[in-house]
């Protein structure tokens, strides 16, 4: 790489990481590799794009803000690739029951009470959550999203949003999906992208899934949507009708319009192979947390799905469920429950783990190449992790300190688009007193059930 020389006295650089170890590198989908790390880089960044990457000794950082990031690991901002984030209202509402009492006594019956102003709140609980923990991007799905899409410009962060609905609905559940769509794609400077948000195969009937899959095609976007969440849910798709959720998506053309799918625990083999024919245009979120706790399983086919070429990202799902938003927790536990699974303890090397954290959930979410790597032309999403911590020393390995020590609240530094969402540990975007304050108040009537209605039944 050609040393920079300024010749004005102009900055060259709106922003400048200097002396960072920088994570440039990780093995390509399917092969599990190293990865591979720089020394003392410089990053720089302009337009909110990252436009030059190189050893900070040959850099002669010209910019309008440097950053001194001696000590700090720089690495893609964590991408969560399926989230609901404005439940970080339920958090903690319903613990240690079964799913089928999770959806049906406690999660619908109160999203009956949720409002716009609440999505509004809730969301910026979840993006000051995000941000503190690294995530510079997140796919989400849930209700009253033109209230989520205001939190994100407002937040700085960036966020692929889909409008949930059901068949329950009738046609304006899908039309409303297909508005949200439509109207913010490209909107907060290309922070926000949209997709056509079906709840699930056993809630949407085939004729919203191909209207799904039409709409998505014709705007560009793809459909996010719950599928073959467990082996029970796959079971009982064979049972009524011979085929899997997959095979439902298969048929419906939404796998061929382009598909993030949550969270595919009930992915077989034969589903393996539909997905391998679509592998540039889907990909399966995956988010072991929550299924640990709710006893959902088995753990999806992470190494099939690899081997065949479809790109898997984390996911927190929804603060209800997983407790936290912390894509950290989910690589540590994706780790570490992949080798058990596989009874392979050399499998789902630190690399590979990485990987998943950057360009492959970049690729889940439709984004490949655009986020989730340090590579000159790619957004500057960039995070700044501090490894000095006694729980990360020695830093023998790298990559595995980064998959198996760091805590979310090493992360020093956040940036989206360029622009500095979290400075050493300061949000810059977000009043958190304020913020927090009308957060509780909003909360307790949020899980009143008194009124004895529900948006939903789950009936599988
Ligand atoms: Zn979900």
New binding site residues.
Partial sequence: MAPRHPTTDQPVADLAIVGATALVGTPAIGVDGLAEFAASTTIEITDGAITWIGPSADARPSAREVIDANGLVAMPGLINT?C?AAMTFLRGVAEDVPIANWFNDYIWPMEVNVGGRDVYIGTMVAAAEMIESGITSFAD?YFFMDEAARAVEKSGMRANLGSAFFSSQGNEGLAHSVEFAEAWHGRANGRITTSIAPHAPYTCNDDDLRGAADAARRLGVRVHI?AAEDMHQTQLGVDGRGITPIQVLAETGVLDAGVII?HGNGIVDADIELLATHRDRVGVTHGPKGYLKYALGPLTPIRGLLAAGVPVGYCT??AASNSTLDVFENMRITAITQKHAANDATWFRSGTALQLAGSGAAAVIGQPGMIGELRVGARADVILVDVSGFHCQPLHDLAATLVYCVQASDVRTTIVDGNVLMRDRRLTTIDREALLTEFRQRASALTDRSHGRTIQDYTT
Avoid: L, N, R
């Fill in positions: 399926h609901h799905h719950h949550a799902d929804g």
